[in-house]
């Protein structure tokens, strides 16, 4: 993992790298540059109207709940908004999908230059925001193929088919993690620049860490194999580290390494995590960063899905800790 601030300050962009990492690809348009600096833009509008939540009074529940059957937390629909203007407005995109509507939404068809679909949680781990607990913007584009006509089935890839995947982390800092399929760079937010600036590349996950992550109150409706790993780690030095909000977890484990577990439970037989806008973009970042994960025995980016807010059970990290839960499922 190479730093690349240096004393003089770093000015070197998201916005610089992703017109850098374009100029790679010959042929590329522009159009997906556009993309990334319309996320880059949301998720600086959502930054700041996260952090006034508390001063703008806008914590709290919506009062509806969303197509997951959860209780909408205001800043859900906030931070939809956000991203649906900033996003609805670029010229390359056929189709949006959030966690927080039933349906894809269809901008333009394939024949009107619709060449990606964009799906996204908006704001995860939205339930802690009233504690001031760190939430965030979970993100992935796919090519859109212009020959399915329904949009549900444009979106249903696996995630090995993922051109892009990146979340944005609003905790003390508000860091931009994104991966395009060469690697794992993370960007940090200047407010006083209004940039993300990037500051790590290539960053490579610790191949074994005796952490594992999971919200062990639901240990007893886990599969038996989880419980059996469970009480192997119990009794082999491991600590435990649980935050509760997907983005976190996973940027602890992106930088100290460690293993994330959301096992089938009672009350979520398939898991609680989105296969679409959860599981498979921090699958594909993991993996990028020489990590590994897996759905069951599966690899996550393997799973075939069939409808847009279908769950999945999602165990990531790194590479010698998912093997050792795997072992035991
Ligand atoms: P969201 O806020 O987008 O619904 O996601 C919440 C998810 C995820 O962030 C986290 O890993 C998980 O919920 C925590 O679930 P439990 O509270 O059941 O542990
Ligand atoms: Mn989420
Ligand atoms: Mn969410």
């Not at 952090?51 to 529940?61: H, M």
């Not at 901008?107 to 009233?130: A, H, I, M, Q, W």
Request: aromatic share 8%; with cysteine; glycine share 10%.
């Amino acid at each position: 993992m190479n730093e690349t601030a240096s004393s003089t300050g770093n000015l070197f962009s998201l916005q610089s790298h992703i017109l850098s990492e374009e100029s790679r690809h010959p042929g590329a348009s522009g159009d997906f540059s556009w993309i990334i600096s319309a996320i880059s833009l949301a998720g600086k509008a959502i930054a700041h109207r996260v952090r006034r939540a508390r001063l703008e009074n806008t914590l709290g529940e919506a009062g509806a709940t969303n197509v997951q059957g959860e209780l909408q937390q205001r800043m859900d629909v906030i931070a939809n908004e956000i991203l649906m203007r900033c996003l609805g407005s670029r010229a390359s995109i056929a189709v949006l999908a959030s966690e927080e509507e039933e349906e894809p939404t269809i901008l333009r068809r394939g024949s009107e230059g619709g060449k990606y679909c964009v799906l996204f949680d908006p704001l995860d781990g939205s339930s802690t925001l009233d504690t001031n607990g760190a939430v965030g913007t979970i993100f992935t584009i796919l090519r859109n193929d212009p020959l399915i006509e329904s949009a549900e089935r444009t979106v249903c890839q696996p995630g090995r088919k993922q051109i892009a995947a990146g979340y944005i982390l609003y905790g003390p800092s508000t860091a931009f993690v994104i991966t395009t399929g060469s690697g794992v760079d993370l960007f940090e937010l200047d407010p006083f620049v209004g940039s993300f600036i990037l500051v790590k590349q290539g960053i490579r996950i610790p191949t074994s860490k005796r952490v594992y992550s999971v919200n062990e109150a639901y240990t007893a409706s886990f599969p038996h194999g989880y419980q059996e790993y469970l009480k192997w780690a119990h009794a082999n030095d491991y600590s435990s580290r649980y935050i509760g909000s997907l983005c976190a977890d996973v940027h602890r484990i992106l930088i100290d390494g460690g293993v994330f577990m959301y096992p089938p439970t009672l009350s979520h037989p398939d898991g609680k995590l989105r296969l679409l806008y959860e599981a498979n973009p921090m699958a594909m970042i993991v993996e990028q960063a020489g990590g590994s994960s897996i759905c069951g025995t599966t690899p996550t980016l393997d799973v075939q899905p069939n409808k847009l807010h279908q769950r999945a059970p999602l165990i990531l990290g790194s590479s010698d800790e998912v093997k050792r839960v795997a072992d035991f499922l």
